[in-house]
């Protein structure tokens, strides 16, 4: 009977992350054109933090009941899946044109953020509260700028990723949609874990790797959802903003509530898991330097390496 009742909550989890990506796909195109913000800041902030929440919760919860291989894994496969599976599958959809403010700022960012948690990770197996409050300190000033920068420069047309439908929303129903399309996706995103970790936990796979493959891909459902919506209705900008907008995230805001919380301490982890992280997100910076558009080919292959990566936990955990 218990098996009956997580595998239904599964596919209702699967169904409200589809519809709460629509719900904030749309609330958020309307806000970023209400209030000036470009759509790519919108899905670098906004949108990237909203389906980002799933992570946040179940890393600080982790945190606190000293599951650290929980709280880190997630982050750390999050990312992994954010750039191999949500972004390889949204550029085989359609191409994804890279606007060119993402080789300025952010995907820098990125990088650095992802070399400096693989440090901490070497010094101590985790992440300390001095190091959890530069995380913190960082995703505050990065959010700030970006929506400062966006206002300064107003919208363009089309902000390098399709035409942008300008559509008069009500404001308070685009808040709306932004609201439900988040509760939506949180709670849709917890369904799902707890059928995939119930499962998991049912065939004996270590704690590490289940917060690497399963907790990382069941929370990153929310990221997948939107990306693959942003694609198909020709929003590139918030499909590619919010993969790199979330994996700084991931590692700045998350990395810096939970250890504020708790220090994270992750034994089960291993070095090779961050060099990985940091593998991908450099073949994505590479793909955006040489040719300004995530192609197919390359989509299908990020998907390829995210396949592999997979395949190397399932032999780590027989």
Not at 88 to 107: F, H, Q, Y
């Amino acid at each position: 009977m218990d098996w009956f009742i997580q595998i239904l909550l599964g596919i209702l989890g699967g169904v409200m992350l589809y519809f709460g990506a629509e719900f904030l796909v749309k609330g958020g195109v309307s806000i970023a054109l209400k209030f000036k913000i470009s759509p790519l800041v919108i899905g670098l902030t906004l949108v990237a933090f909203a389906t980002s929440a799933p992570e946040l919760v179940v890393s600080v919860v982790s945190s606190l009941q000293g599951h650290g291989d929980v709280a880190l894994g997630n982050v750390t496969g999050s990312n992994i899946c954010n750039i191999g599976l949500i972004l390889g599958l949204s550029a085989l959809i359609a191409p994804l044109p890279v606007n060119r403010k993402l080789l300025k700022l952010d995907m820098p960012l990125l990088m650095a953020s992802s070399l400096l948690l693989t440090l901490f990770f070497w010094l101590n197996q985790g992440v300390n509260r001095w190091q959890g409050a530069v995380f913190f300190a960082g995703i505050i000033a990065y959010t700030a700028w970006s929506v400062i920068a966006s206002r300064r420069e107003g919208v363009p047309e089309s902000d390098g990723g399709g035409e942008v439908e300008i559509k008069e929303v009500n404001t308070w129903l685009s808040l709306l949609l932004v609201v439900g399309g988040l509760l939506m996706l949180t709670f849709g995103a917890r369904f799902f874990v707890n059928c995939a970790t119930f499962i998991a936990g049912k065939l004996g796979v270590p704690e590490a790797v289940v917060a690497l493959t399963v907790v990382a891909l069941g929370t990153s459902l929310p990221e997948l959802a939107t990306s693959v919506v942003a694609a198909l209705k020709h929003e590139q900008d918030i499909a590619v903003g919010n993969v790199v907008g979330s994996n700084i995230f991931n590692i700045l805001c998350i990395m810096g509530a939970a250890p504020l919380v708790k220090p994270v301490t992750a034994p089960g982890l291993r070095f090779f898991d961050f060099g990985v992280m940091l593998l991908f997100a450099a073949a994505l910076y590479v793909m955006m330097l040489c040719g300004k558009k995530i192609t197919r080919a390359e989509g299908a292959l990020l998907l390829v390496m995210n396949c592999v990566y997979t395949g190397v936990l399932v032999a780590r955990a027989l």
